[in-house]
Protein backbone atom coordinates (compact mmCIF):
# COMPACT_ATOMS: atom_id res chain seq x y z
CA UNK A 1 0.00 0.00 0.00
CA UNK A 2 1.74 3.24 -0.77
CA UNK A 3 2.11 6.41 1.67
CA UNK A 4 0.00 9.39 1.17
CA UNK A 5 0.44 11.83 -1.78
CA UNK A 6 -1.11 14.83 -1.51
CA UNK A 7 -5.24 14.18 -0.98
CA UNK A 8 -7.73 16.37 -3.02
CA UNK A 9 -11.64 16.01 -2.71
CA UNK A 10 -12.63 17.93 -5.95
CA UNK A 11 -12.61 14.99 -7.96
CA UNK A 12 -16.17 14.68 -8.44
CA UNK A 13 -16.19 11.78 -11.08
CA UNK A 14 -14.35 9.87 -8.12
CA UNK A 15 -16.89 11.14 -4.80
CA UNK A 16 -20.06 10.21 -7.66
CA UNK A 17 -18.68 7.01 -8.99
CA UNK A 18 -21.27 4.97 -7.55
CA UNK A 19 -24.17 6.83 -8.91
CA UNK A 20 -25.81 6.50 -12.18
CA UNK A 21 -27.42 9.34 -13.66
CA UNK A 22 -30.74 8.92 -13.08
CA UNK A 23 -30.02 8.62 -8.58
CA UNK A 24 -28.19 11.50 -9.19
CA UNK A 25 -31.19 13.41 -10.53
CA UNK A 26 -32.93 11.71 -7.57
CA UNK A 27 -30.11 13.66 -4.90
CA UNK A 28 -30.42 16.59 -7.09
CA UNK A 29 -34.45 16.82 -6.08
CA UNK A 30 -33.72 15.36 -2.77
CA UNK A 31 -31.48 18.13 -1.98
CA UNK A 32 -33.52 20.69 -3.71
CA UNK A 33 -36.14 20.24 -1.71
CA UNK A 34 -34.05 20.32 1.64
CA UNK A 35 -32.73 23.33 0.49
CA UNK A 36 -36.20 24.88 1.25
CA UNK A 37 -36.02 26.40 4.80
CA UNK A 38 -39.58 26.18 4.97
CA UNK A 39 -40.39 23.06 3.53
CA UNK A 40 -38.03 21.29 5.91
CA UNK A 41 -39.62 22.77 8.57
CA UNK A 42 -43.09 22.12 7.43
CA UNK A 43 -42.02 18.75 5.85
CA UNK A 44 -40.47 17.35 9.56
CA UNK A 45 -43.37 18.55 10.97
CA UNK A 46 -45.62 17.05 8.88
CA UNK A 47 -43.92 14.06 8.32
CA UNK A 48 -44.02 13.47 12.50
CA UNK A 49 -47.51 14.20 12.72
CA UNK A 50 -48.59 11.94 9.36
CA UNK A 51 -46.69 8.74 11.37
CA UNK A 52 -48.18 8.97 14.75
CA UNK A 53 -51.73 9.21 13.40
CA UNK A 54 -50.60 6.03 10.92
CA UNK A 55 -51.33 7.95 7.35
CA UNK A 56 -49.96 6.60 4.26
CA UNK A 57 -46.38 8.69 4.42
CA UNK A 58 -43.82 5.95 5.14
CA UNK A 59 -43.73 4.59 1.47
CA UNK A 60 -42.39 8.14 0.12
CA UNK A 61 -40.34 8.62 3.32
CA UNK A 62 -38.48 5.69 2.62
CA UNK A 63 -37.82 5.83 -0.81
CA UNK A 64 -36.65 9.57 -0.06
CA UNK A 65 -34.80 10.86 2.17
CA UNK A 66 -34.65 7.74 3.96
CA UNK A 67 -33.07 5.89 1.20
CA UNK A 68 -30.35 8.59 0.54
CA UNK A 69 -29.19 8.91 4.93
CA UNK A 70 -30.06 5.30 6.02
CA UNK A 71 -29.51 1.99 4.99
CA UNK A 72 -32.91 0.25 5.72
CA UNK A 73 -35.24 -0.59 8.76
CA UNK A 74 -32.95 -3.47 9.50
CA UNK A 75 -29.80 -5.06 9.28
CA UNK A 76 -30.83 -7.06 6.40
CA UNK A 77 -32.13 -4.11 4.38
CA UNK A 78 -28.30 -2.38 4.70
CA UNK A 79 -27.02 -5.65 2.92
CA UNK A 80 -26.57 -3.55 -0.28
CA UNK A 81 -25.50 0.06 1.20
CA UNK A 82 -22.45 -2.28 2.64
CA UNK A 83 -22.12 -3.95 -0.62
CA UNK A 84 -21.84 -0.73 -2.48
CA UNK A 85 -19.97 0.96 -0.21
CA UNK A 86 -17.69 -2.29 -0.15
CA UNK A 87 -17.14 -2.37 -3.65
CA UNK A 88 -14.95 1.48 -3.50
CA UNK A 89 -13.03 0.64 -0.67
CA UNK A 90 -15.53 2.28 1.75
CA UNK A 91 -16.23 0.30 4.93
CA UNK A 92 -19.64 0.34 6.66
CA UNK A 93 -20.44 0.91 10.34
CA UNK A 94 -24.29 -0.46 11.44
CA UNK A 95 -25.69 2.60 13.09
CA UNK A 96 -28.67 1.44 15.14
CA UNK A 97 -30.09 4.67 15.95
CA UNK A 98 -33.37 4.15 17.98
CA UNK A 99 -33.54 7.40 20.25
CA UNK A 100 -35.42 8.19 22.82
CA UNK A 101 -36.71 5.07 24.36
CA UNK A 102 -36.73 4.72 28.37
CA UNK A 103 -37.93 1.48 29.00
CA UNK A 104 -36.22 -1.55 30.85
CA UNK A 105 -37.02 -4.10 28.04
CA UNK A 106 -36.42 -1.04 25.07
CA UNK A 107 -32.79 -1.44 26.55
CA UNK A 108 -32.55 -5.31 26.51
CA UNK A 109 -33.34 -5.00 23.15
CA UNK A 110 -31.14 -2.37 22.11
CA UNK A 111 -28.10 -4.16 23.43
CA UNK A 112 -29.23 -7.56 21.65
CA UNK A 113 -29.37 -5.42 18.61
CA UNK A 114 -25.94 -3.87 19.01
CA UNK A 115 -24.39 -7.66 19.53
CA UNK A 116 -26.14 -8.04 16.45
CA UNK A 117 -24.30 -5.77 14.44
CA UNK A 118 -20.89 -7.03 16.23
CA UNK A 119 -21.91 -10.56 14.86
CA UNK A 120 -22.83 -9.02 11.33
CA UNK A 121 -19.10 -7.26 11.58
CA UNK A 122 -17.16 -10.28 12.73
CA UNK A 123 -15.03 -11.40 9.75
CA UNK A 124 -16.53 -8.78 7.52
CA UNK A 125 -13.92 -6.12 6.07
CA UNK A 126 -16.43 -4.45 4.39
CA UNK A 127 -18.12 -3.32 8.28
CA UNK A 128 -14.78 -2.28 10.40
CA UNK A 129 -16.56 -0.93 13.55
CA UNK A 130 -19.50 -1.23 15.64
CA UNK A 131 -21.29 1.41 17.36
CA UNK A 132 -23.89 2.90 20.32
CA UNK A 133 -25.08 4.77 22.26
CA UNK A 134 -25.31 4.55 26.42
CA UNK A 135 -29.01 6.18 26.27
CA UNK A 136 -29.81 3.75 23.83
CA UNK A 137 -28.99 1.40 26.81
CA UNK A 138 -29.98 3.91 29.82
CA UNK A 139 -32.37 6.34 31.06
CA UNK A 140 -31.06 9.69 30.63
CA UNK A 141 -32.15 10.96 33.49
CA UNK A 142 -30.40 8.11 35.67
CA UNK A 143 -27.39 9.13 33.74
CA UNK A 144 -27.62 12.97 35.17
CA UNK A 145 -28.52 11.43 38.54
CA UNK A 146 -25.47 9.76 38.65
CA UNK A 147 -23.21 12.40 37.33
CA UNK A 148 -24.50 15.00 39.79
CA UNK A 149 -23.64 13.06 42.69
CA UNK A 150 -27.16 12.68 43.45
CA UNK A 151 -28.13 10.00 46.50
CA UNK A 152 -29.73 6.74 44.11
CA UNK A 153 -32.52 4.71 45.60
CA UNK A 154 -32.36 1.12 45.60
CA UNK A 155 -34.40 0.66 42.41
CA UNK A 156 -32.05 3.16 40.90
CA UNK A 157 -28.88 1.56 41.92
CA UNK A 158 -30.01 -1.60 40.64
CA UNK A 159 -31.21 0.41 37.14
CA UNK A 160 -27.43 1.41 37.33
CA UNK A 161 -25.93 -1.76 37.42
CA UNK A 162 -27.86 -3.10 34.73
CA UNK A 163 -26.40 -0.61 32.48
CA UNK A 164 -23.26 -1.06 33.47
CA UNK A 165 -23.97 -4.74 32.69
CA UNK A 166 -25.42 -4.30 29.44
CA UNK A 167 -22.27 -1.87 28.43
CA UNK A 168 -20.14 -5.14 29.61
CA UNK A 169 -22.18 -7.36 27.87
CA UNK A 170 -21.49 -5.46 24.25
CA UNK A 171 -17.89 -4.56 24.82
CA UNK A 172 -17.18 -8.01 25.89
CA UNK A 173 -18.50 -9.83 22.16
CA UNK A 174 -16.58 -6.78 20.75
CA UNK A 175 -13.78 -8.15 22.12
CA UNK A 176 -14.46 -11.87 21.74
CA UNK A 177 -15.09 -10.87 17.75
CA UNK A 178 -11.98 -8.90 17.43
CA UNK A 179 -15.21 -6.05 16.49
CA UNK A 180 -13.77 -2.75 17.09
CA UNK A 181 -16.68 -0.46 18.86
CA UNK A 182 -17.10 3.37 19.02
CA UNK A 183 -19.05 4.94 22.32
CA UNK A 184 -20.94 7.60 20.82
CA UNK A 185 -20.37 11.35 23.08
CA UNK A 186 -23.96 12.88 24.26
CA UNK A 187 -24.50 15.65 26.19
CA UNK A 188 -21.84 17.38 29.04
CA UNK A 189 -24.57 16.55 31.84
CA UNK A 190 -24.32 12.79 31.04
CA UNK A 191 -20.94 12.11 29.85
CA UNK A 192 -18.47 11.64 32.74
CA UNK A 193 -20.90 8.97 33.34
CA UNK A 194 -20.44 7.82 29.88
CA UNK A 195 -16.46 8.37 29.94
CA UNK A 196 -16.31 6.64 33.16
CA UNK A 197 -17.87 3.68 31.65
CA UNK A 198 -15.86 3.84 28.37
CA UNK A 199 -12.63 3.60 30.55
CA UNK A 200 -13.33 0.69 32.27
CA UNK A 201 -14.08 -1.06 29.30
CA UNK A 202 -11.16 0.14 27.76
CA UNK A 203 -9.10 -0.98 30.71
CA UNK A 204 -10.89 -4.46 30.49
CA UNK A 205 -10.43 -4.86 26.31
CA UNK A 206 -7.67 -2.77 25.14
CA UNK A 207 -4.70 -4.03 26.29
CA UNK A 208 -3.97 -5.32 22.99
CA UNK A 209 -4.99 -3.49 20.48
CA UNK A 210 -8.07 -0.82 20.87
CA UNK A 211 -11.47 -2.68 20.41
CA UNK A 212 -13.25 -0.06 23.04
CA UNK A 213 -13.10 3.91 21.13
CA UNK A 214 -14.38 6.71 23.18
CA UNK A 215 -15.86 9.47 21.57
CA UNK A 216 -13.71 13.12 21.83
CA UNK A 217 -16.38 16.26 21.19
CA UNK A 218 -13.60 18.84 20.52
CA UNK A 219 -16.35 21.98 20.33
CA UNK A 220 -16.10 21.52 24.10
CA UNK A 221 -13.38 24.07 25.48
CA UNK A 222 -12.26 21.77 28.15
CA UNK A 223 -11.88 18.39 25.68
CA UNK A 224 -7.96 19.00 24.70
CA UNK A 225 -7.15 18.68 28.35
CA UNK A 226 -9.51 15.62 28.67
CA UNK A 227 -8.20 13.94 25.78
CA UNK A 228 -4.14 14.27 27.48
CA UNK A 229 -5.44 13.34 30.89
CA UNK A 230 -7.18 10.30 29.06
CA UNK A 231 -3.48 9.60 27.44
CA UNK A 232 -1.64 9.92 30.62
CA UNK A 233 -4.06 7.34 32.22
CA UNK A 234 -3.63 4.93 29.50
CA UNK A 235 0.12 5.23 29.76
CA UNK A 236 -0.43 4.55 33.29
CA UNK A 237 -2.53 1.55 33.45
CA UNK A 238 -0.73 0.06 29.70
CA UNK A 239 -3.67 -0.08 27.42
CA UNK A 240 -4.43 1.16 24.46
CA UNK A 241 -6.67 4.78 24.16
CA UNK A 242 -9.23 4.34 20.97
CA UNK A 243 -10.93 7.74 20.31
CA UNK A 244 -13.18 8.98 17.98
CA UNK A 245 -12.28 12.61 17.35
CA UNK A 246 -15.72 14.97 16.19
CA UNK A 247 -16.67 18.00 16.92
CA UNK A 248 -19.82 17.67 18.61
CA UNK A 249 -23.73 17.81 17.46
CA UNK A 250 -25.19 19.32 20.50
CA UNK A 251 -24.06 23.11 20.31
CA UNK A 252 -27.49 24.81 20.63
CA UNK A 253 -28.54 22.64 22.95
CA UNK A 254 -25.78 22.81 25.47
CA UNK A 255 -25.37 26.68 25.14
CA UNK A 256 -29.25 27.00 25.96
CA UNK A 257 -29.34 24.82 28.88
CA UNK A 258 -25.93 26.78 30.57
CA UNK A 259 -28.18 30.03 29.87
CA UNK A 260 -30.80 28.96 31.44
CA UNK A 261 -29.60 27.15 34.04
CA UNK A 262 -26.93 29.78 34.53
CA UNK A 263 -23.60 28.44 34.39
CA UNK A 264 -20.68 28.84 31.55
CA UNK A 265 -21.27 27.48 28.46
CA UNK A 266 -18.94 24.30 27.89
CA UNK A 267 -18.71 24.96 24.24
CA UNK A 268 -15.84 26.95 22.45
CA UNK A 269 -16.37 30.36 22.26
CA UNK A 270 -15.81 30.18 18.25
CA UNK A 271 -15.87 27.73 15.35
CA UNK A 272 -12.09 28.77 14.99
CA UNK A 273 -11.92 27.64 18.60
CA UNK A 274 -13.52 23.91 17.72
CA UNK A 275 -11.11 23.43 14.61
CA UNK A 276 -8.10 24.38 16.79
CA UNK A 277 -8.75 22.32 18.89
CA UNK A 278 -9.59 19.76 16.54
CA UNK A 279 -6.63 19.69 14.53
CA UNK A 280 -4.61 19.78 17.92
CA UNK A 281 -6.12 16.68 18.66
CA UNK A 282 -5.49 15.15 16.20
CA UNK A 283 -1.29 16.54 16.46
CA UNK A 284 -1.61 14.86 20.22
CA UNK A 285 -2.85 11.59 18.58
CA UNK A 286 0.06 11.33 15.85
CA UNK A 287 3.04 12.09 18.34
CA UNK A 288 1.17 9.78 20.68
CA UNK A 289 0.90 6.82 18.11
CA UNK A 290 2.24 4.17 19.99
CA UNK A 291 -0.83 4.51 22.67
CA UNK A 292 -3.49 6.03 19.86
CA UNK A 293 -5.99 4.59 17.61
CA UNK A 294 -8.13 6.98 16.44
CA UNK A 295 -11.27 7.88 14.24
CA UNK A 296 -11.40 11.34 12.24
CA UNK A 297 -15.28 11.55 12.45
CA UNK A 298 -15.19 14.75 10.21
CA UNK A 299 -16.85 15.80 7.30
CA UNK A 300 -14.19 18.86 7.33
CA UNK A 301 -12.05 19.17 4.78
CA UNK A 302 -9.28 20.75 6.10
CA UNK A 303 -8.91 18.56 9.21
CA UNK A 304 -9.10 16.06 6.67
CA UNK A 305 -6.43 16.91 5.00
CA UNK A 306 -4.33 17.66 7.69
CA UNK A 307 -4.73 14.05 9.11
CA UNK A 308 -3.56 13.12 5.56
CA UNK A 309 -0.23 15.41 6.07
CA UNK A 310 0.74 13.99 9.51
CA UNK A 311 0.49 10.65 8.21
CA UNK A 312 2.82 11.46 5.34
CA UNK A 313 5.02 13.39 7.51
CA UNK A 314 5.31 10.75 10.15
CA UNK A 315 5.99 7.74 7.57
CA UNK A 316 2.91 5.94 7.60
CA UNK A 317 1.48 4.46 5.24
CA UNK A 318 -2.33 5.57 4.13
CA UNK A 319 -3.93 2.39 5.54
CA UNK A 320 -2.22 2.49 8.42
CA UNK A 321 -4.39 0.16 10.66
CA UNK A 322 -3.84 3.10 13.53
CA UNK A 323 -6.09 5.86 11.42
CA UNK A 324 -9.76 5.53 10.27
CA UNK A 325 -11.62 8.21 8.40
CA UNK A 326 -15.59 8.35 8.71
CA UNK A 327 -18.42 10.14 7.24
CA UNK A 328 -21.85 9.87 7.30
CA UNK A 329 -23.93 8.11 4.98
CA UNK A 330 -25.51 10.40 2.43
CA UNK A 331 -22.90 13.33 3.49
CA UNK A 332 -19.47 13.86 1.88
CA UNK A 333 -18.87 11.78 -0.57
CA UNK A 334 -16.42 13.65 -2.05
CA UNK A 335 -14.21 12.89 0.58
CA UNK A 336 -15.19 9.34 1.78
CA UNK A 337 -14.62 8.18 -1.88
CA UNK A 338 -11.45 10.05 -2.57
CA UNK A 339 -9.82 8.91 0.73
CA UNK A 340 -10.75 5.27 -0.21
CA UNK A 341 -9.64 6.10 -3.62
CA UNK A 342 -6.08 7.04 -2.48
CA UNK A 343 -6.15 4.35 0.03
CA UNK A 344 -6.99 5.42 3.23
CA UNK A 345 -9.16 3.35 5.89
CA UNK A 346 -12.58 5.22 5.60
CA UNK A 347 -15.91 4.41 6.46
CA UNK A 348 -19.63 5.41 6.86
CA UNK A 349 -21.96 5.49 9.70
CA UNK A 350 -25.04 3.96 8.17
CA UNK A 351 -27.99 4.19 10.45
CA UNK A 352 -30.71 2.21 10.40
CA UNK A 353 -34.34 1.45 12.63
CA UNK A 354 -37.58 1.56 11.89
CA UNK A 355 -38.89 4.69 9.89
CA UNK A 356 -40.94 6.21 12.86
CA UNK A 357 -37.64 5.69 15.13
CA UNK A 358 -35.12 7.34 12.68
CA UNK A 359 -37.41 10.95 12.63
CA UNK A 360 -35.42 12.69 14.58
CA UNK A 361 -32.23 11.66 13.16
CA UNK A 362 -34.04 12.74 9.81
CA UNK A 363 -34.83 15.86 11.11
CA UNK A 364 -31.56 16.83 12.19
CA UNK A 365 -30.21 15.65 8.04
CA UNK A 366 -32.58 17.76 7.04
CA UNK A 367 -32.01 20.67 8.82
CA UNK A 368 -28.23 20.40 8.28
CA UNK A 369 -28.97 20.34 4.37
CA UNK A 370 -31.37 23.64 4.09
CA UNK A 371 -29.89 26.82 2.77
CA UNK A 372 -27.81 29.40 4.97
CA UNK A 373 -28.50 33.05 4.28
CA UNK A 374 -29.91 32.20 0.56
CA UNK A 375 -26.49 29.78 -0.39
CA UNK A 376 -27.23 26.02 -1.09
CA UNK A 377 -26.09 23.81 1.19
CA UNK A 378 -22.45 22.18 0.66
CA UNK A 379 -23.84 19.06 -0.49
CA UNK A 380 -26.56 20.01 -2.94
CA UNK A 381 -23.34 22.47 -4.55
CA UNK A 382 -21.40 19.31 -5.07
CA UNK A 383 -24.64 17.57 -6.91
CA UNK A 384 -25.29 20.34 -8.54
CA UNK A 385 -21.55 20.55 -10.34
CA UNK A 386 -21.65 16.80 -11.25
CA UNK A 387 -24.93 16.99 -13.14
CA UNK A 388 -23.02 19.87 -14.93
CA UNK A 389 -19.38 18.22 -15.48
CA UNK A 390 -22.22 15.13 -16.52
CA UNK A 391 -23.69 16.91 -18.97
CA UNK A 392 -20.45 18.88 -20.43
CA UNK A 393 -18.77 15.30 -21.09
CA UNK A 394 -22.18 14.02 -23.05
C1 LIG B 1 -18.48 9.42 11.75
C2 LIG B 1 -19.06 10.47 12.64
C3 LIG B 1 -19.35 10.18 13.95
C4 LIG B 1 -19.90 11.15 14.80
N1 LIG B 1 -20.13 10.84 16.11
C5 LIG B 1 -20.56 11.83 16.95
C6 LIG B 1 -20.71 11.59 18.35
O1 LIG B 1 -20.49 10.48 18.85
N2 LIG B 1 -21.12 12.63 19.14
C7 LIG B 1 -21.37 13.89 18.63
O2 LIG B 1 -21.70 14.80 19.40
N3 LIG B 1 -21.24 14.13 17.31
C8 LIG B 1 -20.85 13.14 16.47
N4 LIG B 1 -20.70 13.41 15.13
C9 LIG B 1 -21.15 14.73 14.58
C10 LIG B 1 -20.06 15.74 14.67
O3 LIG B 1 -19.87 16.03 16.03
C11 LIG B 1 -20.36 17.07 13.96
O4 LIG B 1 -21.57 17.60 14.38
C12 LIG B 1 -20.43 17.01 12.47
O5 LIG B 1 -19.62 16.03 11.94
C13 LIG B 1 -20.04 18.40 11.90
O6 LIG B 1 -18.67 18.70 12.17
P1 LIG B 1 -17.52 18.49 11.09
O7 LIG B 1 -16.23 18.21 11.73
O8 LIG B 1 -17.99 17.45 10.15
O9 LIG B 1 -17.40 19.80 10.24
P2 LIG B 1 -17.61 21.35 10.26
O10 LIG B 1 -18.77 21.58 9.35
O11 LIG B 1 -16.32 22.00 9.97
O12 LIG B 1 -18.00 21.79 11.73
C14 LIG B 1 -19.28 22.00 12.19
C15 LIG B 1 -19.20 21.82 13.69
O13 LIG B 1 -18.34 22.84 14.26
C16 LIG B 1 -18.80 23.18 15.55
N5 LIG B 1 -19.19 24.61 15.53
C17 LIG B 1 -19.95 25.24 14.60
N6 LIG B 1 -20.12 26.54 14.92
C18 LIG B 1 -19.47 26.74 16.09
C19 LIG B 1 -19.33 27.87 16.95
N7 LIG B 1 -19.87 29.06 16.65
N8 LIG B 1 -18.61 27.72 18.08
C20 LIG B 1 -18.04 26.53 18.41
N9 LIG B 1 -18.15 25.41 17.64
C21 LIG B 1 -18.86 25.51 16.49
C22 LIG B 1 -20.03 22.31 15.81
O14 LIG B 1 -19.59 21.15 16.48
C23 LIG B 1 -20.53 21.94 14.42
O15 LIG B 1 -21.24 20.72 14.38
C24 LIG B 1 -20.17 12.44 14.28
C25 LIG B 1 -19.86 12.74 12.96
C26 LIG B 1 -19.32 11.78 12.13
C27 LIG B 1 -19.01 12.14 10.71
Known sequence: MQTSTKISFDNLEIAFSSKSDQQLKKQYLIFSAMNNNALVSFGTKFSNLALKLGLPVKGIIKSTVFSHFCGGENIQECEPTIKSLSEFGIGTILDYSVEGGEKEDGFDHTRDEIIATIHKASNNKAIPFSV??????ASTPLLAKVQAGKQ?????????????????????????????IFIDAEET???????????EMMFLYNKETAIVYNTYQMYRADMLGNLSEALQNAREKRYYLGAKLVRGAYMEKERARAKEMGYPSPIQPNKAASDRDFDAALKL?????????????????????YLAELMNEHGLKNDDARFFFAQLYGMSDNISYNLANAGYNVAKYVPYGPIKSVMPYLGRRAA?????????????????REMARRKANK
Open 132 to 137: FKITGL
Open 152 to 180: LSQAETEAFERVKARVNAICKSAFDHGVR
Open 189 to 199: WIQDTIDQMAY
Open 285 to 305: AMDNKDVFYICCGSHNEKSTI
Open 368 to 384: ENTSIAGQSSREFELVK
